[in-house]
C-alpha cells in the first residue's frame, strides 16, 4: 500500500516493518548456464557431435565512432555512438568492446577486414556514418555485420533532424537488439516518474518523464499539487496519475503528444494507482470503501464503474496479464499483505505468494511469464520475481527500502526505486535490473526519484 | 543641400516605419518554458495545457525515413586469406597459361568469302612449327569440299574455343610427343565441377541423403569435439523457451580440419521462422565458426579431405 500517504509512508513502512539493516538475500536461480539434457539425435550415419552445457554469456560487439560520410570525426556521431554502446551494454546481452583495443585501419572499402574484429572475439560490428544533409537535417546510415559469419546483417539509413539524434541512436541500438536477439529491444522508451524535492517536511513532488536512460528529463507539473502513481498507456503515449489537490485526489490523463490533460474522475479520500489494461481502454484502480479498499475498474471517462474485489479486507495495486484476462494484485485478506489472482472480470482470487515476508506491488511482465513484486520481512526490503502461479519466486534486489517495479517493453528489465536514508532524509534513485538479477544500473534524474512507470516503445 | 537632406531625412524614417510595422518582433526566451505545467485549474472541465508543444514527444521524434541499404557483398574471408582470385577469362580466346612455348594467336575462323583458302586445290603446306589451329581450319590431306565455317561471332554453347592438343599428330619426334602429353595434362579451362547435392545413398546401401561422416567418429572423438566448440558456445538464458530449445548444424570442415561452414540442418530449418529460436541458431553458428573453435580436433585419418559432420547445440 504505498503511496497512500506518499510524503512519509514509505520510510514508516520500512521502519515499523523493515526491522533492522537489511540483510542481503542471495539471489535464486541466477545460473550463469542453462544446463540441457537432451541427448545426441542419432542420424543414419552416427550420433551428432553433442555441445551442451552453454554460458550465458553477452554478445561481444563492437561499436566505432561514426564518421561522417568522408570518414572524418563527427561529433554528434561520437555522441550516438556512446548512446548506442551505453544502449548495448544496458540491457546485459550485450558487451561493448573497449574502443582502444580496435586495429587501426579494420575496414577496407567500407567492409570489415574480419580478422581484425574477431581477434578481439568481437561477435557483431556496428558501422555507420552521420551527413548533415542541409535544413536542419541529419542522414544516418549504419550497418550491423557477423564477424563470426562475415557477413551483413542488416543495413539502414534514417533522415531525421538533428534534435533527433538520440532517439536514432535508440532506434539503432533497438535494431540490432532484434537482429541479434530475436525480440524487440526496449531503448527507444520513456519513463514516468514522481521528482521528490525540497525538505522532507513539504516535499515538492512533481510529476516527471524522461528517456529510458535519464536523458531529456522533463518535469510536466509544477509541484503546486502533489502528483502521484504515474503509469503508461501501454498502447500510447498517453499518462494516468493522480493528482491531489485540497487533498482530495483525483485521477488524471495526460497526453504526451498533444499535451492534453483529461480528468478522469475523483473516487473517494484514498484512491491509489490507477493502472491501464493491455488495450488502454480501462483503468483498474483501488478506492476507499469503509474500513477497506476496494479494486474498482473505470473507463478513461471516469465513467462504468465496476467494482471487482469485495471491500472486507484491503485490495490495492492491481495489474493485468497481458492477454487482459487476469489480474493480480495485493490484499491483506488471509491476515497480512499477499499476492492473489482473479479473472479479468473478479471472482474468487487465488492467492499465489508463499514465501516468507509480505508481498506487495505486484506488476506483470509484458512477456506474461513473470510478475515482479515486492517483499519485506526479517531480511528487509527486496524485489523479486516469481511466475504467475507462484513458482519459481527468485530475489534480484534487496536493500533498505526498494519498491515500485515496472518492466521495459520487452520484459527484460525491471526498473524501481531505491530509497536509502541520509542525512537529509532519505536519497531515492532510480534503479534496473535484468530480470536475470543481473547488470543493476542507476539511471540518473536531477532531484530524488520513485514511482517510475516504463512506456510502450514510441515508434 | 537643403532639398536633399528633406529627401534623405524622410527616407529614413519611412524605413525605420516600415521595419517597425513589417519586422516580426522575437519573443524573449522564457526559462520558465522548459518546464510544462499541466494546469489543473478547473479540474471539473479538461482543459489543454498551456505549453502543450514542450512536452515534445513523437510529434519531434517519430519522423523517421528509414531506408534499407543495399548490402555490400564483403568478399569472403578465409581463416587463410586465399590468393585474389584470377580475373575472368576473357570470352575468346582462352588463353593457354605457361605453355612451353608461346603459342601463335590463333586465327578467327575465316569467313565463307575466305574459305578458297581450303580450296580443292591447296598448295601444299609448307614446313612449319607446331602451331595450334582451329579445327575448322585442319588442313585435310585430300581435297574436300568447302567446308562452311560457322559464323564467327555467334558461338554456339557447344563452340570449341580451345586450340587443338594434338598439333603434330603424325609427328614421329619424342619431342613433339612429349609436347603433346604437356599439352594434354595441362588444365588449361576454370573447373566445372560444382557442389553436387546430396542425391541419396545406393538404393538399400546404407547411405542417407545427409550424409555425414559422423559414424566414422568414436565416441570419444565426438566428446572431444564438443568439448572444444564448448567454450565458444554461448545462449541468451532469459529468451523465451531457449531452454527447451535445439538445433541441428551441418558443418563442414576442409582438409585442416577448420570449419569451413555451418549451416542448419533440414530437419531444424522450420524452426527458422521464430526470431528468437533464429537467434539461438545464429549463435550455434557462431559458435562453431569462432576461430577459437573452428579448428576441430578431427582425428588425423579424417584430415586431409572436406568432411560434413552434423552437430546438435543444447542449451
Not at chain 1, 491483506?332 to 499476492?339: A, E, H, K
Not at chain 2, 541458431?281 to 573452428?294: G, K, N, T, W
Not at chain 2, 585419418?301 to 546438435?312: E, K, N, P, R
Amino acid at each position: 500500500m504505498p503511496l497512500i500517504r506518499p510524503s512519509s509512508f514509505n520510510l514508516s513502512r520500512r521502519l515499523i516493518l523493515g526491522g533492522g539493516a537489511a540483510a542481503l538475500v542471495p539471489g535464486l536461480g541466477h545460473a550463469q548456464s542453462a544446463l540441457g539434457g537432451a541427448a545426441p539425435a542419432p542420424t543414419d550415419n552416427g550420433p551428432a557431435i553433442a555441445v551442451s552445457g552453454a554460458q550465458n554469456a553477452p554478445i561481444p560487439i563492437a561499436v566505432p565512432v561514426f564518421t561522417d560520410p568522408s570518414g572524418a570525426p563527427s561529433d554528434i556521431g561520437g555522441q550516438m555512438t556512446q548512446v548506442m554502446s551505453d544502449d548495448l551494454g544496458h540491457s546485459g546481452v550485450f558487451r561493448p568492446i573497449d574502443p582502444a583495443s580496435f586495429v587501426p585501419n579494420s575496414m577496407a572499402n567500407g567492409v570489415p577486414v574480419w580478422a581484425n574484429w574477431s581477434i578481439l572475439g568481437a561477435q557483431a560490428l556496428i558501422t555507420g556514418d552521420v551527413a548533415d544533409q542541409g535544413g536542419g537535417q541529419l542522414r544516418v546510415e549504419f550497418r550491423l555485420w557477423s564477424i563470426t559469419q562475415q557477413k551483413q546483417v542488416q543495413g539502414t539509413a534514417y533522415t531525421t533532424t538533428h534534435a533527433n539524434w538520440r532517439r536514432i541512436s535508440h532506434i539503432i541500438g533497438d535494431v540490432v537488439y532484434e537482429q541479434m536477439i530475436g525480440e524487440k529491444g526496449y531503448f527507444d522508451s520513456r519513463v514516468a516518474y514522481i521528482s521528490d524535492a525540497g525538505p522532507v517536511t513539504s516535499p515538492v513532488r512533481r510529476l516527471a518523464v524522461m528517456d529510458y536512460d535519464g536523458a531529456n528529463n522533463q518535469f510536466l507539473t509544477d509541484g503546486s499539487s502533489m502528483a502521484l502513481s504515474p503509469q503508461f498507456n501501454p498502447t500510447r503515449q498517453q499518462l494516468a496519475f493522480v493528482s491531489f489537490q485540497n487533498n482530495s485526489p483525483r485521477v488524471y490523463l495526460f497526453d504526451l503528444q498533444s499535451g492534453r490533460q483529461q480528468l478522469v474522475g475523483s473516487f473517494g479520500d484514498l484512491t491509489i494507482g490507477p493502472k491501464f489494461s493491455p488495450d488502454g481502454n480501462t483503468l483498474l484502480m483501488s478506492v476507499s470503501r469503509g474500513g477497506g479498499a476496494a479494486i474498482v475498474q473505470v473507463s478513461p471517462g471516469g465513467g462504468g464503474m465496476t467494482e471487482l474485489t469485495d471491500s472486507n479486507s484491503i485490495n490495492v495495486t492491481p495489474s493485468f496479464s497481458p492477454d487482459g484476462s487476469q489480474i493480480v494484485f495485493n490484499s491483506d485478506r488471509d491476515g497480512n499483505q499477499q499476492l492473489f489472482i482473479m479473472g479479468a472480470g473478479g471472482g474468487s482470487p487465488k492467492r499465489i505468494s508463499f514465501g516468507d515476508g509480505q508481498y506487495a506491488e505486484p506488476a506483470w511482465s509484458p512477456r506474461g511469464d513473470l510478475i515482479a513484486f515486492t517483499r519485506w520481512g526479517s531480511g528487509g526490503f527486496s524485489i523479486g520475481v516469481m511466475q504467475p502461479d507462484g513458482s519459481g519466486e527468485r530475489i534480484l534486489s534487496t536493500g533498505f527500502l526498494v519498491e515500485g517495479s515496472t518492466f521495459c517493453p520487452n520484459g527484460r528489465v525491471i526498473m524501481f526505486y531505491r530509497q536509502t536514508p541520509s542525512s537529509y532524509g532519505h536519497d531515492s534513485r532510480l534503479v534496473t535490473i535484468g530480470i536475470d538479477g543481473f547488470n543493476e544500473r542507476l539511471t540518473d534524474t536531477p532531484t530524488n526519484a520513485s514511482d517510475p512507470s516504463w512506456s510502450p516503445l514510441l515508434a | 543641400m537643403r532639398r536633399g537632406a528633406t529627401v534623405s531625412g524622410t527616407i529614413h524614417v519611412l524605413i525605420v516605419l516600415a521595419a517597425i510595422i513589417a519586422l516580426p518582433v522575437p519573443k524573449l526566451d522564457n526559462a520558465a518554458d522548459d518546464t510544462v505545467s499541466v494546469d489543473f485549474v478547473g479540474a471539473s472541465a479538461p482543459q489543454q495545457a498551456n505549453n502543450p508543444g514542450k512536452v515534445a514527444a513523437p510529434a519531434n521524434t517519430p519522423t523517421v525515413n528509414a531506408a534499407h541499404l543495399a548490402e555490400k557483398q564483403p568478399k569472403p574471408q578465409p581463416i587463410v586469406a586465399p590468393p585474389p582470385p584470377p580475373p575472368p577469362p576473357p570470352p575468346a580466346p582462352i588463353q593457354q597459361p605457361t605453355l612451353p612455348t608461346p603459342p601463335a594467336p590463333a586465327p578467327p575462323p575465316p569467313p565463307p568469302t575466305e574459305t578458297p583458302a581450303v580450296a580443292p586445290t591447296p598448295p601444299p603446306p609448307p614446313p612449319q612449327p607446331p602451331q595450334k589451329t582451329t579445327s575448322t581450319v585442319v588442313q585435310p590431306k585430300l581435297p574436300l569440299p568447302p567446308i562452311p565455317a560457322p559464323p564467327a561471332p555467334a558461338q554456339s554453347p557447344t563452340h570449341q574455343p580451345n586450340l587443338t592438343k594434338n598439333s603434330a599428330a603424325m609427328s614421329q619426334s619424342v619431342l613433339a610427343t612429349l609436347e603433346k602429353l604437356r599439352a594434354l595434362q595441362k588444365q588449361d579451362q576454370p573447373p566445372t565441377a560444382q557442389y553436387n547435392p546430396d542425391q541419396g545413398g545406393a538404393p538399400n546401401g546404407g547411405g542417407s541423403k545427409n550424409s555425414t561422416s559422423n559414424s566414422r567418429l568414436s565416441g570419444a572423438d565426438r566428446g572431444a569435439i564438443g568439448a572444444h566448440v564448448r567454450p565458444c558456445w554461448s545462449i541468451d538464458a532469459e529468451a523465451p523457451g531457449v531452454a527447451t530449445f535445439q538445433v541441428h548444424l551441418l558443418v563442414t570442415t576442409d582438409a585442416s580440419g577448420t570449419v569451413r561452414a555451418a549451416q542448419v540442418a533440414a530437419q531444424d530449418q522450420g524452426q527458422l521462422g521464430d526470431p528468437i529460436f533464429n537467434a539461438y541458431a545464429s549463435r550455434a553458428v557462431d559458435a562453431v565458426m569462432d576461430y577459437r573453435c573452428a579448428t576441430l580436433p578431427l582425428p588425423p585419418t579424417m584430415l586431409g579431405q572436406a568432411q560434413t559432420f552434423i552437430f546438435l547445440f543444447t542449451p
